[in-house]
């Protein structure tokens, strides 16, 4: 038998970082040691709005799903005693990319790097962060110049950078299709080209050079046939597009390269044990084929939909890919899909719908002008809730959750304070005080940086003009500046943006036939605001602190929307005091709160004093995200009349015993509706 020539596995990566930079740090040393072959950072949700960590919005959320870098000596702390030259490091930021690439070069100039060597991407892709994942700052027009003026410098001077990873997983655990997921993608794609190209910043005979650059980051669900068939429908439409509308005739640079982290959004809370085998089928569905395959994998753990991961459970995902790619013979044959006509059949299927919706965002005038629409954000709610929809009826089955929930005693979760990682809430005073240090040295030995605010003028200057902004943002970081004053500069000039939240035009999802579960909680819903003398009762949804992930209260807000409620749902990044004043303001019957990073312990209670500080002691307070069953019994203790979970899928069920809930607070008897 003649020796075959194996194929080189993709990069591994684990997606890690929280509580400090020196926390990280270690955990990336111990990582590479292990033999992960690349870095993929994770910032929290301040560094990734542009915010420090003492900024009110910032409470709670300091290094809780990632790390806190406020400036360049966070930076050298994070990559201490690794050398950039040597890695390939994804950093998973938006909004804020620009200023992290920059500490990030500062950072491996002073190691003294070549930073035309540097290799790694930036995600970059803030299309999705108005529809899916909410840590946009700017608006759109403002936020495709910061990622044009990067792209056109990297590609000048860190060309084996990628610039921009245009980011389709946020989409898919938002409720997209295949077919929406590559739509939305190739549209963001075509609208970053279209800028670049007319920017005048990169010579026409240099687009082959960004076009080579721009990378993908997918999301690889447990539908395997179609996830594999979404990547090589992918590869197709990417080849068509950059030959025939940008004139790219190198293969090489119309190659479609792409990242991709398994579904994070299918794990669930209920049997967690069954997440192993969930990643392991979405990991091939983005490995076995070979013409269709990821770049770079990193795996979810099994635990997440409990709480933050431990380094032991991280391994344990790193495994799984180590053995497929060093133990399987996977890596020695040709693509083994060629020839395949179910698979083609349905390529063919994915390619053409995925054409034709990407012709109709371009007749809107693209992507920018379907966000600013609201066009995108309606169609992703819409989808989502008919996939809750097909979940509650049992039409799509979850195993554990909606069929086979019967279960052995799970040792994996039998001390569930074990199972997951907490970070201390201490860190956030340490990070704060570290900071406030900084500010107050940062231009004294042995730093000696410039003052900062020469640097921060310069960048206002440039942005209020046409000039590539990196070189100012370089200026700032060499200064010291902190996240928060770099995106507050810009803040100044270019403004801030509220998303559309796509739930007022979202279609009904569940019908409400006589006789069904939704029928007899709109119901209730009216009996209820009769027997309180009002013509509708009123349910205020909030999204306290910076959690972005917006999917669970959208869905909240359009059932309770089609149950019979006046819903107030202003949309993400509100505090506590923000969202008391609504619920005073419009009179309402009911808050419910929706977090998902984390900083539930300290903005839910804070919440409750306000209301109780109000007189508003009659209005019950409902908390959902993940929230961890210890933390769910404090919150109860505190005042929370329910907490809901991930596991508790059955959406019209909770805006029942939100009704429920609302009764008892007006001291009205419990309702038994009957069908």
């Known amino acids: 038998m003649t020796e075959r020539q194996k194929d080189r596995p993709w990069l591994m990566r684990t997606y890690a970082g929280h509580s400090t930079a020196e926390a990280s740090n270690e955990l990336y040393r111990r990582n590479l040691a292990k033999g992960q072959t690349g870095l993929s950072v994770a910032f929290d949700l301040p560094t990734q709005t542009?915010?420090?960590?003492?900024?009110?919005?910032?409470?709670?959320?300091?290094?809780?799903?990632g790390v806190p870098i406020a400036h360049v000596g966070d930076m050298r702390r994070l990559f201490q005693d690794i050398p950039l030259e040597q890695m390939n490091t994804s950093m998973t930021i938006n909004a804020t990319a620009m200023w992290l690439l920059a500490l990030y070069q500062v950072v491996a100039e002073e190691q003294g790097a070549d930073i035309t060597k540097l290799q790694g991407t930036t995600q970059n892709d803030i299309?999705?962060?108005?529809?899916?994942?909410?840590?946009?700052?700017?608006?759109?027009?403002?936020?495709l110049r910061l990622t044009t003026d990067m792209i056109a410098y990297t590609v000048s001077h860190i060309p084996k950078w990628n610039p921009i990873n245009i980011c389709s997983y946020h989409l898919q655990e938002a409720g997209a299709t295949p077919v929406q997921e590559i739509a939305y993608a190739m549209s963001t794609a075509i609208a970053v080209l279209d800028a670049v190209r007319d920017s005048g910043q990169v010579p026409q005979e240099r687009m082959g050079d960004v076009v080579g650059r721009i990378s993908f980051f997918v999301n690889a669900g447990v539908r395997f046939i179609e996830e594999m068939c979404k990547m090589r429908a992918f590869g197709r439409i990417w080849d068509r597009i950059t030959r025939e509308r940008y004139g790219i005739e190198n293969p090489k640079h119309r190659r479609f390269r792409y990242g991709v982290q398994v579904n994070s959004?299918?794990?669930t809370e209920a049997q967690p044990e069954n997440n192993v085998q969930r990643i392991v089928l979405e990991m091939l569905a983005v490995t076995l084929s070979k013409d269709a395959r990821a770049r770079a994998v990193q795996l979810p753990a099994w635990n997440e939909a409990l709480g933050l991961p431990r380094p032991w459970d991280q391994q344990w995902s790193l495994r799984i890919q180590q053995v497929l790619a060093y133990e399987s013979d996977l890596l020695e044959y040709e693509d083994i899909f060629e020839g395949s006509k179910v698979i083609e059949a349905k390529v063919d299927e994915l390619v053409e719908a995925s054409l034709a919706e990407i012709d109709r965002i371009q007749e809107m005038g693209g992507a920018m002008a379907a966000v600013e629409s609201g066009y995108l954000k309606s169609q992703l709610v819409a989808s989502h809730a008919e996939r809750r929809?097909?979940?509650?009826?049992?039409?799509?089955?979850?195993?554990?959750?909606?069929?086979?929930?019967?279960?052995?005693?799970?040792?994996?979760?039998?001390?569930?304070?074990?199972?997951?990682?907490?970070?201390?809430?201490?860190?956030?005073?340490?990070?704060?005080?570290?900071?406030?240090?900084?500010?107050?040295?940062?231009?004294?030995?042995?730093?000696?940086?410039?003052?900062?605010?020469?640097?921060?003028?310069?960048?206002?200057?440039?942005?209020?003009?046409t000039e590539n902004l990196m070189e100012a943002t370089l200026e700032c970081a060499r200064a010291g500046v902190t996240t928060g004053e770099w995106a507050g500069a810009l803040r100044e000039v270019f403004g801030e943006f509220r998303a559309p939240t796509g739930v007022s035009s979202a279609p009904v999802a569940v019908p409400a036939e006589e006789g069904s579960t939704l029928a007899l909680v709109r119901r209730k819903v009216d009996l209820t605001a009769k027997d309180l003398g009002v013509g509708k009762l009123r349910f205020l949804v909030g999204k306290p602190g910076l959690d972005g992930h917006s999917n669970g209260a959208e869905q909240i807000a359009v059932r309770a929307r089609d149950a019979g409620f006046e819903v107030v749902y202003q949309g993400i990044r509100l505090t506590p005091e923000q969202i008391v004043d609504a619920a005073l303001a419009e009179d309402v019957h009911a808050v419910g709160l929706s977090i998902l990073s984390g900083s539930h312990a300290q903005l839910v209670p804070d919440v409750l004093e306000r209301l109780r500080v109000a007189g508003a002691t009659d209005i019950p307070v409902i908390a959902g995200g993940i929230i961890p069953n210890g933390d769910a019994e404090q919150l109860r203790a505190a005042g929370v009349a329910a907490v809901f979970t991930p596991k508790d899928f059955d959406i019209t069920g909770i805006i029942g015993r939100i009704v429920d809930e609302i009764r008892k607070a007006n001291k009205l008897d419990p309702l038994e509706v009957s069908a």
């Open 50 to 65: 542009g915010y420090d960590s003492d900024h009110i919005l910032a409470r709670g959320e300091v290094g809780r799903v």
């Open 127 to 143: 299309v999705k962060e108005y529809l899916s994942r909410g840590t946009h700052v700017f608006p759109p027009g403002p936020s």
């Open 265 to 267: 959004l299918g794990l």
């Open 389 to 465: 929809g097909r979940i509650e009826s049992g039409q799509e089955k979850i195993i554990g959750v909606n069929a086979f929930e019967g279960t052995e005693p799970n040792p994996l979760t039998a001390d569930l304070d074990t199972a997951i990682q907490t970070v201390d809430p201490e860190v956030e005073a340490r990070v704060i005080a570290s900071l406030q240090k900084w500010r107050d040295s940062r231009y004294q030995p042995p730093f000696n940086h410039p003052r900062p605010c020469k640097a921060l003028e310069r960048l206002k200057e440039a942005a209020r003009g």
